[in-house]
């Protein structure tokens, strides 16, 4: 794939999931047609984030539902730091994605009710902080059926190149390659690792787009994919580009607290159709914290759920699903019940334990409303950007919806930018390769494991749900210990798929840290015993690094 040389149009996307696939297929249906499009993906195609998803996507969709509605739910659980903009733009331009997603060939499920009406064909699920039941799925695989789809209909299109375990490792900006000081950066290429033959390639594009995912594996227990390593998060800020909001770390109430299945969630969707959470004591207990009861929005289910076992001394609570009934459960969470069937839970009878695990990363890479970052020629889509939707707390299944509508945005601002006459930085005509100098093949793999257990342990710990000056204070001197040490390996060792994430994981875990001391006060996902109120002065604040 080596190619360094600055050739006709051609976008580079980093990222295979829904964000990455659904925007290489924006740039090949609505652009001209000598535009390159490649995807370059780090595992098989299949793997990141999304084809876990379960609950849906969330969309304007039932006639009882309204624009107006869906904003302020969104708006709500953001707990005052939404961009309401970006929050009107994806409620509003949601049911065209959601359209589009459904003409390249998604399933989703169908309402068993005889209506007449196409727009009210599809079953709608409502999860915690949405009013109103606007959640289209895939029964409880709505990410895999979303996922199979999209590589379905990017194999079918000659104009795109989807390439599997190429792990991008940094990005080419003109100011790191050209000596003389420059007034202006411009985002030129990657450069990445063929992990099936450890060759270190230069790829150049007049457009990047990072649809690299979230970082949840900062964190010791969390939900999602091995691959969600924050690599485009930290690979951006690397490249001088503005990372926002990253103390937004949100954890979702519901995993399933068992030693053999230890990150499978479970769906807040079973909330939406009457399940409840209940304290070792088996009592219904989310009231004594919120009005909404187990549907409040995830950030103050999750701190509640977190209280109630500190309270009671529990190591979980539990999900009581027994009111759905058997022939319920069985068909509309089929993957669920099948999954707690083999670990010996029979959800009609038995209550499941459940803790809260690190789900979605709110912050990112800053965005305008077409998707660019601060870095010219460089947009994120996903989760690894932040637009501003979100605020401090993601509304449920808002993620696919912005996934989508940002992929389709950027398509179109790219595509414009393409047309125009080239930048102002007088560029080399090829990019420099990689210069791997002496580094020495990489021995003690063992290292590798352990210091990324450290990490993902500390933040557990000292970055949680709750936090403290003290405690942020203390994993920002334990990790100041781990960056050096990972720096030592990095310049020290040929480059792995391993040392890339790990070194990534270090940059973003400190992007966590140095992001929540910067917020003094508590605010949605955000909150810390030493300012514990909202403080005004920051609603209109993002964090921006
Ligand atoms: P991903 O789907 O994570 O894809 C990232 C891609 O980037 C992967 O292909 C990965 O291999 C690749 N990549 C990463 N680093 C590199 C690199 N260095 N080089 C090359 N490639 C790289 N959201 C909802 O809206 N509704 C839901 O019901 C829902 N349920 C969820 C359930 C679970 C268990 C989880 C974990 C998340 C859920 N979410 C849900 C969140 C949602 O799934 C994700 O936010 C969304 O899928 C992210 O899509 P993405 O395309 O941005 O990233
Ligand atoms: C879920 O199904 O509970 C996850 C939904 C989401 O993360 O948006």
């Not at 925007?23 to 490649?38: G, H, K, M, W, Y």
């Not at 490792?169 to 099936?196: F, M, S, W």
Request: with cysteine; glycine share 8%.
């Amino acid at each position: 794939m080596n190619s360094s040389t600055r050739t006709p149009p051609h976008v580079l996307i980093l990222g295979s999931g829904i964000a990455g696939l659904s925007c290489a297929l924006q740039f090949v249906e609505n652009a001209p047609s000598d535009i390159r499009v490649t995807v370059l993906t780090k595992a098989e195609a299949t793997e990141g984030a999304t084809r876990y998803a379960q609950g849906g996507i969330a969309s304007v969709w039932s006639k009882d539902d309204t624009f107006e509605a869906h904003v302020q739910d969104t708006l709500v659980a953001g707990a005052g730091l939404c961009s309401k903009p970006i929050v009107e733009i994806c409620v509003r331009e949601g049911p065209a994605r959601v359209r589009e997603l459904i003409n390249w060939g998604v399933e989703f499920t169908k309402t068993s009710h005889h209506t007449t009406d196409p727009a009210e064909a599809f079953d709608l699920h409502r999860e915690g902080g949405h009013g109103q039941r606007r959640i289209l799925h895939a029964d409880d695989l709505t990410g895999l059926a979303i996922e199979k789809a999209l590589l379905a209909r990017v194999a079918l299109n000659p104009r795109i190149s989807l390439l599997e375990d190429f792990c991008a490792i940094d990005l080419i900006h003109a100011r790191k390659i050209i000596q003389e000081p420059l007034a202006k950066d411009r985002c030129l290429g990657v450069y990445a690792l063929n992990t099936r033959t450890g060759k270190i390639e230069t790829i150049a594009a007049d457009s990047v787009v990072l649809a690299t995912g979230g970082a949840g594996k900062a964190y010791l227990y969390t939900t999602n994919p091995d691959t969600s390593t924050g690599d485009g998060i930290a690979m951006a800020y690397r490249a001088g580009a503005k990372i926002a909001n990253m103390e937004f770390i949100q954890f979702h109430p519901t995993c399933l607290y068992h030693p053999v299945a230890k990150t499978f969630l479970i769906t807040e969707a079973l909330r939406g159709e009457g399940a409840i959470l209940r304290n070792g004591d088996h009592e219904s207990f989310m009231e004594n914290y919120d009005e909404r009861g187990s549907l409040a929005p995830r950030d103050i289910v999750a701190r509640s759920i977190d209280m109630e076992m500190k309270r009671t001394g529990q190591k979980h609570v539990w999900l009581d699903c027994t009111s759905l009934g058997e022939h319920e459960l069985k068909t509309k969470f089929p993957n669920i019940y099948e999954t707690c069937l083999k670990l010996g839970l029979r959800m009609e009878n038995d209550f499941l334990p459940v803790v809260p695990a690190t789900h979605y990363t709110c912050g990112g890479v800053r965005v305008n409303e077409w998707g660019e970052s601060s870095l010219p020629g460089l947009y994120a889509i996903g989760e690894a950007s932040s637009t501003g939707l979100h605020g401090a707390n993601r509304l449920a299944s808002n993620s696919l919806l912005e996934a989508v509508v940002f992929a389709n945005r950027v398509a179109k601002h790219a595509h414009e930018q393409l047309k125009q006459p080239s930048m102002e930085i007088e560029l080399p005509p090829s990019l420099p390769s990689w210069e791997t100098g002496r580094a020495a093949p990489l021995e003690e793999q063992i290292d590798i494991a352990a210091t990324w257990q450290e990490i993902r342990q500390t933040l557990w710990n000292y970055v949680g749900i709750v936090r403290s000056d003290r405690r942020l204070e203390r994993a920002q001197k334990r990790l100041a210990i781990i960056r050096e040490e990972v720096n030592e390996y990095y310049w020290t060792y040929l480059l792995t798929k391993d040392l890339i994430e790990l070194r990534n994981l270090v940059t973003v875990a400190e992007l966590v840290i140095r992001s929540a001391q910067m917020r003094k006060e508590s605010r949605g996902l955000h909150y810390t015993v030493d300012y514990p109120a909202v403080d005004d002065e920051w609603s209109k604040q993002d964090t921006v690094l």
